[in-house]
């Protein structure tokens, strides 16, 4: 039985307590941007489907994030996040660079092609 089933409360985790985190009117740690639940949505797939490995997924995470050049306050962590998933993508042979440039590319003129409070969709693409 979990805590949440027998009704008790679990002290916040040192995470949760990260200064400069996003957080909810609740004060609960949350996704500051939709794009960033959505690369961590496809992080946990692709490893459901045995894409790789969690400890794959942390090597791979831990290098960009612990790369030169990056925000000492951790604001670029999801930027690291889809760096790292680029990597193993390529890595694993599921896409290769070429291919992530031409589907970012694609977003890109899709985003620009659609009108505002619109969902961008890849259709919207004038290109494709």
């Not at 995470?15 to 496809?42: C, I, R, T, Y």
Request: aromatic residues 8%; proline residues 8%; contains cysteine.
């Amino acid at each position: 039985m979990s805590a949440c089933e027998i009704g008790t409360e679990l002290p916040p985790s040192p995470l949760a307590q990260s200064v400069g985190l996003p957080k909810s009117p609740e004060g609960d740690p949350v996704f500051a941007e939709p794009w960033n639940a959505q690369a961590f949505a496809m992080t946990v797939h692709l490893h459901q489907k045995g894409v790789f490995t969690w400890s794959e997924w942390a090597a791979a995470l831990s290098g960009e994030v612990h790369g030169d050049g990056r925000a000492e306050d951790g604001s670029d962590y999801f930027d690291c996040w889809v760096a790292a998933l680029c990597g193993l993508i390529i890595e694993k042979g599921i896409a290769d660079d070429e291919m992530i440039i031409g589907l970012q590319e694609s977003w890109q003129r899709a985003a620009e092609a659609t009108p505002h409070g619109k969902p961008i969709e890849l259709s919207n693409d004038p290109m494709r």
